[in-house]
C-alpha cells in the first residue's frame, strides 16, 4: 500500500522558461478516449501516424494526478539529496561487466564530448523492485515506488502497446504480451538529475549535455518536467526543443521498436542541451519509465503484419535467428553507451559510429 505519510523533503522544480525557442510540433493523444473501440481505433490511427513520422507523441489523460506527480518528483530526489556519497558507493550499477543500468550511475561516467564527462546521476530501479536492495533513504518509499511503475505498466505502456498493434493491424495484444509484468525483463524507473555545469564544460561540447541517441529499448516514457533541455532531431536535420506540458507524458519509440516494425515506428535521434538563461541555476530532475520487451524476445520484424506487408519493410539481419534477443541487444548498447570509443562517420558530418551486433548505431552531436 502506498505509504503518503512518509515524510519527506520537497523537491521544488524550476519554473517554466520564458524564453523563445523552436519547439516541436508533436501530437497529443488523449489515453481516456481509448475506453471504446471506436476511440482506441480512432488513437491507433493518430499513435501511427506521430511514431512514423516523428517517433515521439505526447500522452495525456492517462489517469495520475499532478500531485500524485509531485510526490513522486519528491520521492525521485531522495536517492540523490539524502544518500551519502559514500553509500551512493556501494549501491553504483556495475553497467559495463552486467550491460545493466540497476543501481547508480554517478556524475562523469560517460564520455560526452573533448573529453567532458556528464554532469548527471541516475538511480535506476527495476520495475520489480525488490529484485535489488536499495539505499537505505529510499526503502521507504518502495510500495510507492512499485506502484508508480506498475501504474506506468498497466495504465501508459500497455494502452500504448494496444495502439501500436492495432496500427500494424495486428492483434491488439501481440506487442503487450512480449512486456510481461511478471516476466524476466529489464523494464524500469529511472530517476535522473541534471546538474549545471561550468562554462568550459558547455563551450568544450557545445552546450550538449547528453549527446544525440536513440533508445535502446521498445517504448521510453518520460514523465513531463518544466527545464527545458531535450531536443529531437527532426526529419529537415534541425534540433526541435520538447515544450513542457504539465502532467503531461512524453512517448518516443527506440530501438526495439524500429526492429520489431521493420522499421514502421522510427526510433528517432534526441539529446539533451544546457536549458535556456532563465533557466540555467536550476537542477532538472526527470522520471522516466524504460520499457524492454521480455528478455527473451527476438528483435525480428513481425512479419504477419498486413500494413507491413504492404508497405514493406526493413531487415537489419538476413535471418531472423540472427536477430539479437532483448537481452543481447540491451547489455550490448548498455555497457557501450559512453564508454566505448567512437569512430567518425564518413558519410555524416557530426555523426560518430559504432558497430553493435552487426548493427551501425550512430551518435549525434
Ligand atoms: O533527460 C531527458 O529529457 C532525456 C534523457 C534521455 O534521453 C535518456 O536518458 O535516454
Ligand atoms: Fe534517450
Not at 557545445?206 to 527545458?228: C, E, M, N, R
Not at 539479437?324 to 559512453?338: C, H, I, V
Request: charged letters at 25%.
Amino acid at each position: 500500500m502506498p505509504s503518503p505519510t512518509v515524510p519527506i523533503s520537497h523537491y521544488e522544480p524550476a519554473p517554466v522558461t520564458t524564453s523563445t525557442i523552436d519547439y516541436a510540433d508533436l501530437t497529443i493523444i488523449d489515453l481516456s478516449k481509448s475506453n471504446t473501440k471506436e476511440g482506441r481505433a480512432q488513437l491507433a490511427l493518430q499513435v501511427r501516424d506521430a511514431m512514423s513520422n516523428q517517433g515521439f507523441f505526447y500522452l495525456i489523460g492517462h489517469g495520475y494526478s499532478t500531485e500524485q506527480m509531485e510526490r513522486m518528483l519528491d520521492i525521485a530526489d531522495i536517492p540523490f539529496s539524502q544518500v551519502s556519497d559514500e553509500e551512493k558507493q556501494k549501491y553504483v550499477a556495475p553497467t559495463k561487466q552486467t550491460g545493466s543500468y540497476q543501481g547508480y550511475k554517478l556524475r562523469q561516467y560517460w564520455h560526452i564530448d573533448g573529453g567532458v564527462r556528464d554532469q548527471v546521476e541516475n538511480y535506476n530501479i527495476n520495475h520489480d523492485v525488490n529484485r535489488r536492495t536499495h539505499p537505505e533513504a529510499v526503502r521507504p518509499f518502495l510500495p510507492e515506488i512499485s506502484q508508480f511503475a506498475r501504474h506506468s505498466h498497466m495504465n501508459v505502456l500497455d494502452p500504448i502497446l494496444r495502439l501500436m498493434a492495432l496500427g500494424l493491424e495486428l492483434p491488439e495484444d501481440t506487442l503487450l504480451n512480449m512486456h510481461g509484468w511478471d516476466t524476466q525483463s529489464e523494464t524500469y524507473v529511472r530517476f535522473m538529475k541534471y546538474y549545471p555545469r561550468s562554462a568550459e564544460d558547455e563551450e568544450k561540447t557545445k552546450s550538449v549535455w547528453l549527446k544525440g541517441h536513440t533508445d535502446f529499448g521498445t517504448i521510453s516514457i518520460l514523465y513531463s518536467q518544466p527545464v527545458a533541455a531535450l531536443q529531437i532531431l527532426a526529419r529537415d536535420g534541425t534540433w526541435k526543443w520538447i515544450k513542457h506540458i504539465e502532467n503531461a507524458i512524453i512517448v518516443n519509440a527506440g530501438d526495439a521498436m524500429e526492429f520489431l516494425s521493420g522499421g514502421f515506428y522510427r526510433a528517432t535521434i534526441h539529446r539533451v542541451v544546457q536549458p535556456p538563461p532563465d533557466q540555467r541555476q536550476y537542477t532538472r530532475l526527470g522520471i522516466f519509465y524504460f520499457c524492454m520487451t521480455d528478455d527473451d524476445v527476438k528483435l525480428a520484424p513481425l512479419v504477419a503484419s498486413p500494413l507491413l506487408q504492404r508497405v514493406g519493410f526493413k531487415r537489419w539481419f538476413d535471418k531472423d535467428e540472427d536477430a539479437p534477443l532483448m537481452l543481447e541487444w540491451r547489455k550490448a548498447r548498455t555497457s557501450a553507451y559512453g564508454q566505448t570509443t567512437l569512430s567518425k562517420s564518413d558519410k555524416e558530418d557530426g555523426v560518430e559510429e559504432e558497430v553493435i551486433n552487426g548493427v551501425v548505431v550512430k551518435h549525434y552531436n
